[in-house]
C-alpha cells in the first residue's frame, strides 16, 4: 500500500483504466470502437459508444433483464464517474504538495466546496457520488437531471402547451414559465387582466393555469431545497465518520468502501429528513400543486377536444362510470340468481356438517367403523370353547370397545343442542 | 491517519476489475433465459371481471379439508408468495398439506377507474369465497390476507364472519397512525380527492417511486452496484431478475378504491376507529370472532409491528395468537428462515382448528 496517497500520478492511472476498458468492452462487443479510451473519460464510452451498439438491453423494452442492465450500466457510469473525481482530488493534492498539511483541513475544504455546489449541477467528487444513487435513480429514471424532468413535467408541458398558442408565446410569457425575470408586480398585472369577448373563459383558464404553474414551480423549489440540505448534512456525516476513522486509525481500502459509506451516510440523512414535519408538509405541498396544474391542463385540453368533436376525458369517465354500474347491477342480479338456486337449503346442510365436522364427527364415525370391524372379526372368528363360554366373552369385548367411545359420544352432545337452537 | 488507503494502482484495479465484470455479465444476462411469474403448478377456476381465481395443484394426496384463500395486496403483483422453486411460501402450504387458492387482481385500467372497495370486497373476494365454498362443498374457507390484502380480508370478515373458518393476517397494517409509520405520514396531507380526480387511476410508477425513496440511495444505487457481483452466477442472477421484475411489476390502482383506502384508512385511521363503511354496512373488528393468526415481521418498514399488533385490542376473537418473524415486510414471504417458520406455523395453526 502506498502510504503517500498525494505522492503518485493519479491522472496517468486513471488514463490507464480507459485503456483497459476499451479493451474489456471492444472484447464484449467484437467491434473496432477507436479513440474511445483515448476521450476525456470512460464515460464516454457509455455515453455514445453503448447508444450505437445493438444489443437486446438497449431495445426499447421493459423487461426485467432489459432493466437490471440499464440500472447496472447507470451504477456503472457513476461508479467511474466517483473514480474520477477521486483521481482529480487526489491529484489536485499532490500537485499542491499538500502532504506537509494537515489532511483534514483538505478534507474540509473538499466537503465544504460540495456542499456549496448543490443545487447548482456538481461536478464534484461529492456530487458525482450523490448521482450514483438516491433521488436521481427513482424508478429507473438513471440520473438527478431525469429525476427533476420527471416532477417538472407540467411545467414542461404547460410551457409546450402556451408556446402554441401565438396569443400567449411572447417574451415575458417565456420568461415568466422559464423562470426568468419578471417582477412581481408585471406578473401580478398580467394575471389581473380580465377576460373579454368570446375567449373570456379560455382566457381565464390560462391565466389560472399560470398562476397554479408557478404555485407548483415555487413549492418545487422549496421540495428541491430539503432535499438539497439533506445531501449537506449526508456530507457532513461523511466528514464526521472520515474523522473519526482518522483518529481511530482506520481507512478505507477500497473505492467501494467509499461508496458504501457514503451511501449510509445519504440513507442516515435521507431517513432524518423524509420522517420530518417539514418534509411532509412540503411533499404535500408539491404534490398538490403539480396536481393543480394537470387538472387544469386536463380541462384546458378537453375544451379543446370538445371544440373539434372528439371524446373528452369527462365523457370517458361518464361512460366508465356507467359500466362500473352495469357491472354491480349484474353482480347483484347474479347473486340473487345463486340465492334463489341455493333455496334447497344446502347451505344450511353445509353449516351443519361443518359444525358437525368441527366437533369431530369424522372420528366419531372412524370408531364406529373400527367397532364394527373388530366386532365383525370377533363374530367371524373360529371358536374352541363351547358356545356359551364363546358368548359370554364377545359381550364382555364389546362392553369394553363401547366404553372407549364416550368421549366423541358426549362430544356430539352439543351438535344435538345446536340443532335444537335452529328449531330443527 | 489519512484515511483514505486508496492508491491509484490499487484503485485503477478495483475499477478495471468492476468494470470486467460487467461486461462479462452481459453474456450471462442473455443466457439467463425468462423470467417466470410464480413456480407451483396451479389452473384459474374462476373469473371475474379481470380478477382471476387460482387453484393450486396440491402436493400431498389427502389435503387438509378446509381451503385456504389468499388474499394479497392490489399493489404489486401475488407471485411474490411464489415467487420461486426455494422462496415460495404457497409452496411452503401446500407441502404441509394445505389446499391453497389465491385471487390475482389483474391489471386495472381506465375502465376500472370507478370500482371501489365495495366491489373489491363485497364483490370480487365474496365471490371467490362462495365459489371455493360451492366446489368444496363446505360452508367456511380459511382466509390468509397480505398486507392490504389483510386489510381487505379483516373487512371481508368482519361483513361476512360467516364464510370465513378462521382467519390469518400477514404483516397487515390496522392501526395506521403508529408514529413509526412512514407511508402514512406522507399521505396524511396528500389531497387525495384532487389526486383521484386529476390521474383517474393511481399510476403503478407512482407508488413505486414512493417506496423506493425510503431508501434511494441502496435501493436505485447500492443494489444494482451489488448486482454486478453475481453477474457470473446465472442461478443467482436469474433470482435477483425475479424480485426485479416482481419490484417493478405494479399495476396502476383503481381510483375510486385507492381513495377510499387512502383517506378511510391512512387519513382517517378508520379501521379501529369503527368508521369504514363498505357497501352501505360498517366495519366492526369485533364481529371476527373466529380463530385470528396475526404475523407480522419486526423489521417491518412499510407496516411496522405496532400498526399491526393493534389487532389483538379490536378483533371479538377469543381466540388470537401472533407470530413475530425477525425479519422485513418482504423477507417474510421469501427469506430462506421464512420458508421453514412461517408456513409450518400458518399450517400447523390452522390443523389445530379443523
Keep these: 500500500m502506498n502510504n503517500n496517497p498525494f505522492s503518485t500520478d493519479w491522472m496517468s492511472g486513471w488514463q490507464n483504466l480507459q485503456r483497459k476498458m476499451w479493451e474489456d468492452w471492444s472484447d464484449v462487443t467484437q467491434s473496432n470502437w477507436t479513440n474511445t479510451w483515448q476521450t476525456e473519460n470512460p464515460m464516454n464510452f457509455f455515453r455514445e459508444g453503448m447508444k450505437n451498439w445493438p444489443n437486446p438491453f438497449m431495445a426499447p423494452t421493459q423487461t426485467p433483464e432489459a432493466m437490471a442492465m440499464k440500472h447496472a450500466m447507470g451504477s456503472m457510469e457513476e461508479f467511474m464517474r466517483m473514480g474520477r473525481e477521486v483521481f482529480k482530488l487526489f491529484q489536485g493534492m499532490s500537485e499542491a504538495g499538500n502532504m506537509t498539511q494537515e489532511w483534514t483541513s483538505q478534507l474540509d475544504k473538499a466537503i465544504q466546496q460540495a456542499k456549496s455546489m448543490f443545487g447548482q449541477g456538481s461536478e464534484s467528487l461529492f456530487g458525482a457520488m450523490n448521482a450514483m444513487g438516491g433521488m436521481g435513480n427513482l424508478a429507473g429514471m438513471g440520473k438527478m437531471e431525469d429525476m427533476t424532468a420527471f416532477l417538472s413535467r407540467p411545467m414542461k408541458a404547460w410551457t409546450d402547451f402556451l408556446g402554441s398558442n401565438p396569443a400567449f408565446s411572447n417574451d415575458t410569457m417565456r420568461a415568466l414559465l422559464a423562470g426568468g425575470q419578471v417582477t412581481e408586480e408585471t406578473l401580478s398585472r398580467f394575471l389581473s387582466v380580465p377576460g373579454v369577448g368570446f375567449n373570456r373563459e379560455k382566457q381565464e383558464k390560462i391565466q389560472e393555469g399560470m398562476r397554479l404553474t408557478l404555485e407548483y414551480r415555487k413549492a418545487f423549489e422549496e421540495f428541491q431545497k430539503v432535499m438539497n440540505e439533506s445531501s449537506k448534512r449526508a456530507l457532513d456525516l461523511l466528514h464526521r465518520k472520515l474523522l473519526e476513522m482518522g483518529a481511530e486509525g482506520k481507512s478505507l481500502q477500497t473505492m467501494r468502501d467509499l461508496y458504501v459509506l457514503w451511501v449510509d451516510c445519504n440513507e442516515e440523512a435521507n431517513a432524518a429528513t423524509v420522517s420530518s414535519k417539514e418534509y411532509n408538509e412540503i411533499n404535500s405541498r408539491m404534490v398538490n400543486a403539480m396536481m393543480r396544474v394537470r387538472r387544469n391542463m386536463a380541462e384546458m385540453m378537453d375544451s379543446s377536444l370538445a371544440a373539434v368533436n372528439m371524446p373528452t376525458r369527462r365523457e370517458l369517465d361518464s361512460a366508465h362510470r356507467q359500466i362500473s354500474t352495469l357491472r354491480r347491477r349484474v353482480s347483484e342480479l347474479e347473486d340473487v340468481l345463486h340465492d334463489l338456486k341455493g333455496k334447497d337449503a344446502s347451505a344450511e346442510i353445509r353449516a351443519m356438517r361443518d359444525d358437525m365436522e368441527k366437533l369431530g364427527v369424522r372420528r366419531l364415525r372412524e370408531e364406529l367403523a373400527e367397532l364394527k370391524q373388530q366386532l365383525e372379526e370377533v363374530l367371524t372368528a373360529p371358536t374352541v370353547e363351547s358356545g356359551a363360554e364363546s358368548a359370554e366373552k364377545t359381550v364382555i369385548k364389546k362392553t369394553v370397545r363401547i366404553g372407549n367411545t364416550s368421549k366423541p359420544a358426549q362430544a356430539a352432545a352439543p351438535v344435538a343442542a345446536a340443532s335444537a337452537q335452529k328449531g330443527e | ?354
Design chain 2, 1 to 354: 491517519m489519512f484515511p483514505f488507503a486508496i492508491n491509484p494502482e490499487k484503485a485503477v484495479e478495483e475499477l478495471a476489475r468492476f468494470n470486467q465484470k460487467l461486461a462479462a455479465g452481459v453474456k450471462t444476462f442473455t443466457e439467463v433465459g425468462p423470467i417466470e411469474s410464480g413456480i407451483s403448478a396451479k389452473e384459474a377456476v374462476f373469473r371475474d371481471d379481470k380478477v382471476t381465481l387460482y387453484h393450486y395443484i396440491p402436493r400431498v394426496d389427502n389435503p387438509h379439508r378446509v381451503p385456504v384463500l389468499v388474499v394479497y395486496a392490489l399493489v404489486n403483483r401475488p407471485y411474490m408468495t411464489d415467487i420461486q422453486e426455494d422462496r415460495s411460501m404457497i409452496r411452503g402450504l401446500l407441502d404441509e398439506g394445505m389446499d391453497v387458492y389465491l385471487i390475482d387482481w389483474g391489471y386495472p385500467d381506465a375502465s376500472d377507474r370507478f370500482l371501489g372497495l365495495d366491489d373489491y370486497i363485497n364483490g370480487y373476494i365474496k365471490h371467490c369465497v362462495d365459489f371455493i365454498r360451492t366446489r368444496h362443498d363446505i360452508y367456511r374457507v380459511n382466509v390468509l390476507g397480505i398486507c392490504q390484502g389483510g386489510a381487505f380480508s379483516l373487512c371481508f370478515t368482519s361483513l361476512h364472519p360467516d364464510r370465513v373458518r378462521n382467519l390469518v393476517t400477514m404483516v397487515t397494517p390496522v392501526d395506521f397512525h403508529t408514529p413509526d409509520n412512514l407511508l402514512s405520514m406522507w399521505v396524511r396531507d396528500l389531497d387525495i380527492d384532487l389526486l383521484v380526480d386529476t390521474l383517474g387511476n393511481i399510476p403503478g410508477d407512482m407508488l413505486n417511486l414512493t417506496f423506493l425513496s425510503m431508501n434511494p440511495y441502496r435501493l436505485t444505487g447500492q443494489k444494482y452496484l451489488d448486482m454486478v457481483d453475481l453477474l457470473d452466477d446465472k442461478v443467482k442472477l436469474k433470482n435477483f431478475l425475479r424480485m426485479e421484475k416482481w419490484i417493478f411489476d405494479s399495476p396502476d390502482q383503481a381510483g375510486e378504491a385507492f381513495r377510499q383506502f387512502a383517506k378511510d384508512f391512512f387519513q382517517k385511521n378508520g379501521l379501529i376507529k369503527g368508521n369504514v363503511k363498505i357497501g352501505e354496512r360498517r366495519v366492526d373488528l369485533a364481529n371476527i370472532t373466529m380463530p385470528v393468526l396475526n404475523v407480522y415481521a419486526t423489521k417491518d418498514h412499510l407496516v411496522p409491528p405496532d400498526a399491526s399488533k393493534a389487532l389483538k385490542q379490536y378483533v371479538g376473537s377469543s381466540d388470537y395468537q401472533e407470530v413475530a418473524f425477525n425479519g422485513g415486510h418482504i423477507g417474510v414471504y421469501v427469506s430462506g428462515r421464512s420458508q421453514k417458520e412461517i408456513p409450518p406455523a400458518i399450517a400447523n395453526w390452522l390443523k389445530e382448528r379443523g
